[in-house]
Every structure is written in C-alpha cells, then in structure tokens.
C-alpha cells in the first residue's frame, strides 16, 4: 500500500467513495462534473499547510481509500497540536480486509511525526461496526460529542 496526497485527478473516485456508503449517500452528490462545491473544497484543503487528504493506492496504484487528516494548534497543553482523522473510507471490494488497521497506522505515525500529543475521531452513532472497530483500535469515547447543523 502506498499513502499520497491526493490529487485534483483523485478527486471525482474519492466522492464516489463517500457516495458509496448507507449515511455518504445522503449526503453527498456524486456527478460528473462534481458539483464546483467539491472543487472549491479540495482546492481549500490542498492549500492548507494543516490539511493532509490522502489517498491509499494498492500495487496496481488503484485507490483503494482514504482519509483526511487536519492538524489542529491548541494553547492547552503546552500549546500542544492535536491531529483529527475524519472521512474514512475504503472501497467496497476491499473492506474487511485489513486496510483500514494500516490506514490508521499510517495515519497514527504521521501524526507522531508532526508531534501530535492526541489523536481523535468522531463517529455517527449510526456506525456501531466502526465504534467497536476504533475502539480495537485503543481509542477510547473518553467525550460525548455535540454538533449544530446549519
């Protein structure tokens, strides 16, 4: 497996993977063209130094997943960084195969690297496979999360 930073080229397959999904597909758009919406997004998180949208290719540099990292600067803990994963997802064909552990390794690692002190996630309490999953993981519901949608 290979971990890159995704590219505009990347773009329409990573919305068709957000599209394939019981929650994704209320909530996204897949068309071609892409709604400008999505462009106009990639085009913010390609140029911010905080944000890591990464695409995971197999040998055949087929993309197979991906995710996004954001880097966040706090004043606690020592004006400590923390990274927040979100948007996982990897193709149909090759979920329950392992890659989601490496994806989050990888993403575990390069966290680290940036000297990260916390990484966190949230979960659609929808999701309970993904909940058990984070939490083989080692991560822990250590807060209750709270969201205001507009």
Do not use: C
């Amino acid at each position: 497996m290979i971990f890159r930073k995704a590219t505009l080229n990347d773009l329409p397959e990573i919305i068709a993977m957000y599209a394939d999904d019981e929650l994704g597909k209320t909530r996204e758009k897949f068309q071609i063209p892409l709604p400008k919406e999505y462009l106009e997004a990639f085009k913010n998180i390609s140029e911010d130094k905080n944000q890591e949208l990464i695409v995971v290719v197999n040998e055949t540099n087929a993309i197979i997943g991906t995710l996004q990292l954001t880097f966040l600067q706090y004043l606690n803990r020592l004006g400590s960084l923390r990274a927040q994963i979100e948007s996982v997802v990897i193709k149909r064909a090759y979920r329950g195969k392992g890659f989601g552990k490496s994806m989050f390794t990888w993403a575990i690692n390069r966290a680290k690297e940036k000297n990260a002190v916390i990484i966190q996630l949230t979960s659609d309490k929808k999701r309970p496979e993904a909940i058990k999953f984070y939490e083989n993981l080692g991560f822990t519901p250590s807060h209750e999360g709270f969201k205001l949608q507009f």
